[in-house]
């Protein structure tokens, strides 16, 4: 049996994107005409609960960002995870806003998302422009008193398997921007 010496759960990245490319990626989910965020997974077609899931999503198409962050996940899942990855899923920027929020979850489960390997978030939006919205994961920080707690800074960007539970906390003030996409590989052995 294999060893994984170098296992993390969650690994980020600051500074991924720039101030100026996060405005113009929140800019083009405004101009646009942004969705209701569905759930996927066990379900035949994807549904819209918002007492699970509140926020609104539009597809983004970019081969240049496409292949940054492409890279990065390589690199990441190289040095840390080893899974089979072979392709990326769309690229999803996501807004919150008051009351938006994502309960527990995984993003990986049966059907389509069970392709899934790896999740990558990029903060989008500064820190200091909402309040509420923390993105937590089911495993506790070190002092093992409360849950681990993504960083909260604008352009960076947060890896980790899609298997992790994790949710957004509900926005109590302002708007969260985000992007979301996910790694995907045949389903988990």
Not at 43 to 62: A, G, P, Q, W
Not at 91 to 120: F, M, N, P, Q, V
Not at 136 to 149: A, V, W
Request: net charge neutral; aromatic share 10%.
């Amino acid at each position: 049996m294999i060893e994984n010496d170098n296992f993390k759960f969650v690994v980020h990245k600051e500074n991924f994107l720039s101030g100026t490319q996060c405005d113009k990626l929140i800019k083009y989910l405004e101009e646009t005409s942004p969705n209701d965020s569905e759930l996927a997974g066990k379900y035949n077609e994807n549904i819209l609960n918002k007492k699970v899931r509140d926020n609104k999503e539009v597809i983004f198409e970019d081969e240049s960002l496409i292949n940054k962050i492409k890279v990065v996940f390589e690199l990441s899942n190289q040095s840390i995870w080893n899974f089979d990855i072979q392709r990326m899923e769309r690229i999803k920027i996501l807004k919150y806003g008051i009351g938006g929020k994502y309960e527990w979850h995984t993003d990986c489960g049966s059907k389509k998302t069970s392709k899934r390997k790896l999740t990558a978030i990029i903060q989008l939006s500064d820190e200091n422009d909402y309040q509420g919205g923390d993105l937590e994961f089911g495993i506790t920080e070190d002092s093992g008193e409360k849950n681990y707690t993504a960083t909260r800074t604008r352009g960076s960007i947060i890896i980790f398997p899609a298997f992790l539970s994790h949710r957004v906390t509900p926005i109590t003030d302002g708007r969260r921007y985000s992007l979301i996409t996910w790694m995907l590989g045949n389903a988990f052995k």
